[in-house]
């Protein structure tokens, strides 16, 4: 009989932990390569290579991270890698827990099964190189760094995992500026819970978290005039969509045209704002037959916020019916068309594919891969377009799961209910930042409270295999079986790192 030692069983789990993670890894490389770019990412893609064209529209904190292995793999397959090995973190961890749940094996397939499901998902999310997937990669990785540390399904990072959790959610909130928000919400009600003693955490890991949040905002603060003045960045105005939407909304709504209030000496833009104005974008006013518009807001800049303000405080009635029907769209999956995820073949959705590469700037094309769909995509692609495209991918049916996840906590133990209070924080607060401060309902925006989604399930999953744990009879040692391991680690699924 052999006799595994502690120290023996952590390096076998650590092991399985980091083979897990190189297939999966791996696996979403290979069935996505060279990757898919929309038409923001080969804008970004251009740009790291042609600096004197650097603006800020996008995040140039996007196109440095895709820019950083493009010398080495071209494009966008470097942006695909940096995406694949942070993303399948946090899949890879919740994979290696389901493979080592003790539950009776009905369940346990069952979970298996789910959870390769997910990661199916996560595989064919990797392919999608954009900032919403940089954007989900730091996200999974963060939240890895906090989940593999979970004590009895608890919140108890160190100090190291919470300062770089910290770090890549600056990451997060750098790539869309109003991703601040929620973060900032979730960071409220983490101190809240430290407030009433619900989240533990050590002297250290408190001085920790204190100094790397007060970095973080003094970094998010000072990246606008860092990207104007060190990386030399053109100013845009990427806040010119919510603002043309919500002036057009209003303009709609109320029957009265506040366009003229940025110019009321000059006659009326045609065509009228009911001309182009729609419940789900702004895209018509910024590059379609309503572009007169932002040219208008370009010549008065210095009365576009005023005007903006009045009009919601002086029709606010109009405002909130006209952002209810956003709303209404964003939370049925969109009305824009839903490019999250390409669908398997025959469909090629991906701006660098054949199909839609033609009508881009040639200097944009120059060096571009060339995405088409394989059969080697197709299983990952199938699984992932049921995820977006039927009911699961229903962001109402996200926010249901996250209010259950937090009603659910006041029914666990006091230190297991940071985790679901949370991610049902970040999750509902993005939700209601892109309500009030977007200029479209496209679904990509809405990654974070999917992934908040999915992670409150997968911890609410593991709960109910440790319970099911707790009642199946263990095999000691002397029949063959290895009881050397707690039940609660064995069956974690976003458990104890390994």
């Not at 009365?303 to 303000?309: H, I, Q, S």
């Amino acid at each position: 009989m052999i006799i595994q030692t502690p120290t023996s069983i952590a390096s076998s789990a650590k092991t399985r932990a980091w083979v897990v993670y190189a297939v999966l890894t791996v696996l979403a490389i290979a069935v996505n390569l060279p990757g898919r770019a929309n038409p923001d990412t080969i804008d970004m893609l251009w740009q790291a290579h042609e600096p004197a064209s650097l603006n800020d529209w996008h995040s140039p904190f996007v196109t440095f991270a895709f820019s950083l292995l493009a010398p080495i793999f071209g494009s966008p397959t470097g942006a695909l890698i940096l995406q694949s090995l942070l993303l399948m973190t946090w899949p890879a961890l919740l994979l290696t827990r389901a493979l080592e749940a003790k539950a009776p094996p009905i369940a346990r397939v069952a979970l298996i099964v789910a959870v390769f499901c997910v990661c199916a998902v996560f595989v064919a999310l990797a392919g999608q190189v954009s900032k919403d997937g940089l954007l989900l990669s730091l996200l999974s990785f963060a939240f890895f760094l906090l989940s593999r540390d979970l004590d009895d399904f608890a919140l108890a990072p160190s100090g190291g995992a919470m300062t770089g959790a910290f770090f890549l959610l600056l990451g997060v909130a750098l790539i869309r500026s109003v991703n601040f928000l929620a973060l900032t919400a979730a960071a409220a009600v983490a101190w809240a819970l430290i407030a009433t003693g619900t989240l533990a955490l050590g002297g250290l890991a408190k001085q920790r978290a204190g100094a790397a949040l007060l970095v973080a905002c003094i970094v998010f603060a000072a990246a606008p005039f860092g990207v104007r003045w060190i990386l030399d960045a053109k100013v845009a105005t990427p806040q010119d969509s919510p603002i043309l939407f919500d002036l057009a909304g209003v303009s709609v709504e109320s029957g009265i045209n506040v366009f003229q209030q940025l110019a009321p000496d000059e006659p009326p833009l045609q065509p009228k704002p009911e001309d182009c104005y729609n419940s789900h974008s702004s895209d018509a006013f910024l590059w379609g037959p309503c572009k007169g518009y932002e040219d208008l807001l370009n010549r008065h800049r210095d009365k576009v916020f005023a005007t903006w303000r009045h009009a919601i405080a002086d029709h606010a009635g109009f405002y909130i019916v006209h952002r209810a029907a956003f709303m209404e769209g964003l939370l049925g999956g969109g009305k824009q068309p839903n490019r999250m995820v390409v669908p398997p073949p025959p469909f090629d959705l991906a701006t660098n594919g054949p199909i839609y590469i033609d009508p881009m700037p040639e200097r944009m094309k120059a060096g571009l891969a060339l995405w088409r769909p394989t059969v080697a995509y197709t299983p990952f692609g199938r699984v992932a377009d049921f995820a977006f495209r039927k009911w699961p991918g229903r962001p109402w049916i996200w926010l249901v799961v996250l209010a259950a996840a937090a009603a659910g906590s006041w029914r666990l133990p006091p230190r297991q209910r940071p985790v679901p209070l949370l991610l049902a924080t970040l999750g509902v607060a993005n939700v209601l930042a892109i309500a009030f401060l977007s200029g479209s309902d496209d679904l990509r925006y809405l990654l974070m409270t999917w992934f908040c989604a999915v992670a409150s399930i997968a911890f609410y999953g593991a709960l109910a295999v440790r319970r099911l744990t707790s009642q199946t009879p263990q095999r000691s040692a002397l029949d063959g079986g290895d009881d050397s391991a707690p039940a609660a680690e064995a069956s974690g699924v976003v458990g104890p790192g390994a």
